[in-house]
């Protein structure tokens, strides 16, 4: 028996305005009325995918990059609905290790080659091989164990066991579907130009400067956010890389981009108040920016080292100086786009006075010329790592005042800026004590990702997720239950155990949601997805 879970067409009519989270209008007046073609210039402050291929590590430059030509087979609206796409329905077997998936018809990729049943078990299985060094995606699918082409429109997946957040991993652009004859030229062809039924193609990359797209003449796909029929108003997309935040805000207000990411709080805060920009907020679901302490080697292998070092860094003050109210401090594992979300305020009050306590009475009460406290000849020492690329600068400004406070009772805490691939090396080699590690995945299933002692395992690109180190045998209990488990309210109420376990370990300090906000001049009708927060142009024009 299945229990069916179809939407109509209509439905989705009904609904594709929910999906977008938000939109903008351009500003300048009566003239700037919207045109159909052209080119709109876009400049992105994250960094530089190596591989265009999302299936490959899965990070989120690859899904911002990747909305623009590759599709998943559902979408997601902004109640946590999940809305069909390239799957037009679904049903899932009573026990939960069936899936059923009929695919929307007469589909292609823009190469020619079909969107099919064999098409979608070529993606899993691509997902799923190891010499795709896939993280995101391969964590997403790991449960699925066999995908069976019944005929063309429709394919099973055979699960391990029951994967109650199936469906919203597939809806972000690390499972997203991609021609096999594409995957099939090999790696390093494809993560130059993967072919999907996305609005624009791949037209080329100049590796450190910019990637060019164009207009999928051909896009017929009913995307759910999707407000007109047929392909993009535009022509072309010329997507740059501009890594410094004041470079790409002078581009935009000078003209000569249309839209720009990871811009500056005050950036923000003048692009609301004018009347040429706009702005667009859309936080990234899943997991709140959040320090992680990782609790797999001294000193914060002992709880009361955590807890002194949460009460000492006192980011509130920081917060609101730094990001002058454009955003909101969490005491969440989730982020506030996440229904699920559990917050315990009570538990990260700043007391200097108990830090100073609970550092004494785990030992380290001595302390050396410098102030620093020690142990047993050793110093209170904490190596952070900073990923310039993921830390906008009032961030990282942030976690240097959060370093002062946290002196003030005795850690030495040695921030150390560094590019994304470093970065990724350093905790890949278990060199840290603390780190701001940001990661987007849909629904509360991310805890199972971030938490689960499953996740100090790395995933064949080498990525672990688990970077707090945090292993307890009544979480992973817990959340291999809501893993398994369809119902939706006992699934919340099994993720609100999950979280308490999480904060009460003092293994992560919340600070606010993962900042996603889009600047923009000159366009109207850019949307956001309701899964991975992505921008798309589908539905984009140029002012004239």
């Known amino acids: 028996m299945f229990q069916r879970a179809r939407l109509t067409a209509a439905l989705s009519l009904l609904v594709a305005g929910g999906l977008v989270l938000a939109s903008c209008s351009t500003g300048g007046g009566e003239s700037a009325e919207p045109q159909d073609g052209g080119t709109l210039v876009y400049a992105s402050g994250d960094a530089e995918p190596t591989c265009l291929d999302p299936h490959v590590g899965g990070n989120y430059p690859q899904a911002l990059v990747s909305t623009q030509y590759l599709e998943p087979l559902v979408g997601r609206d902004t109640s946590g609905q999940i809305q069909p796409w390239l799957a037009a329905e679904w049903s899932v077997s009573d026990d939960g290790l069936m ?49 069976e082409a019944v005929d063309d429109e429709v394919v099973r997946f055979h699960l391990s066991e029951p994967d109650s957040a199936l469906l919203e991993s597939l809806s972000q652009q690390w499972t997203a579907m991609q021609s096999p004859a594409g995957m099939a030229r090999g790696q390093e062809e494809n993560c130059l130009a993967p072919i999907g039924t996305g609005p624009f193609i791949v037209e080329g990359w100049v590796v450190q400067d910019h990637i060019s797209f164009v207009r999928n003449e051909d896009y017929r796909t009913p995307a759910p956010h999707a407000e007109h029929d047929g392909s ?22 000078s003209g000569e981009v249309h839209v720009i990411d990871n811009p500056q709080p005050d950036a923000i805060v003048a692009a609301e108040a004018s009347d040429d920009l706009g702005h667009i907020d859309a936080p990234r679901p899943g997991s709140v920016n959040r320090l992680e302490l990782n609790a797999g080697h001294a000193p914060f292998d002992d709880p009361r080292v955590r807890e002194a070092f949460i009460r000492a860094a006192d980011p509130e003050p920081g917060i609101d100086t730094l990001y002058l109210g454009t955003v909101t401090r969490s005491s969440s594992p989730l982020a506030s786009t996440e229904i699920t979300a559990v917050s315990e305020p009570d538990l990260f009050v700043t007391d200097v006075a108990a830090a100073h306590d609970l550092l004494d009475d785990a030992g380290w009460v001595e302390r050396d010329d410098d102030g620093v406290r020690t142990k047993d000849g050793q ?3 904490v190596r952070f790592p900073v990923s310039t690329n993921q830390s906008v600068a009032a961030e990282q400004s942030l976690f240097e005042q959060i370093q002062a406070n946290a002196a003030a009772v005795g850690f030495e805490v040695v921030l150390d800026p560094t590019d994304l691939s470093t970065w990724y090396g350093t905790l890949a080699a278990d060199e840290y004590e603390v780190v701001s590690a940001p990661y987007t995945k849909v629904g509360p299933d991310v805890l199972r990702i971030l938490y689960h002692s499953d996740g100090i395992v790395p995933a064949p690109s080498g990525y672990f997720a688990n970077h707090a180190q945090i292993a307890d ?5 817990i959340l291999d239950e809501a893993a398994a488990t369809i119902d939706e309210q006992q699934r919340a109420e099994l993720y609100a155990q999950a979280q308490r376990i999480v904060l009460e370990s003092f293994v992560i300090l919340p600070l606010y949601d993962q ?3 889009f600047l923009t001049r000159d366009v109207t009708g850019v949307s956001v997805l309701g899964t991975v927060a992505t921008p798309s142009f589908i539905d984009a024009r140029l002012a004239g």
């Open 379 to 381: 110093r209170l020492t």
């Open 232 to 253: 993009a108003y535009l022509e072309a997309i010329e997507w740059r890389f501009i890594p410094d935040a004041a470079t790409r805000q002078a581009a935009l207000t």
């Open 473 to 477: 045998a009544e979480l992973d209990a």
């Open 99 to 147: 899936w059923e998936f009929v695919l929307q018809p007469d589909l292609t990729f823009t190469d020619g080659t079909a969107f099919d049943a064999e098409a979608v078990k070529a993606n899993i299985e691509h997902l799923k091989d190891p010499e795709t060094a896939s993280s995101t995606g391969y964590l997403a699918v790991e449960k699925v164990a066999e995908v």
């Open 515 to 517: 900042q996603n906000h």
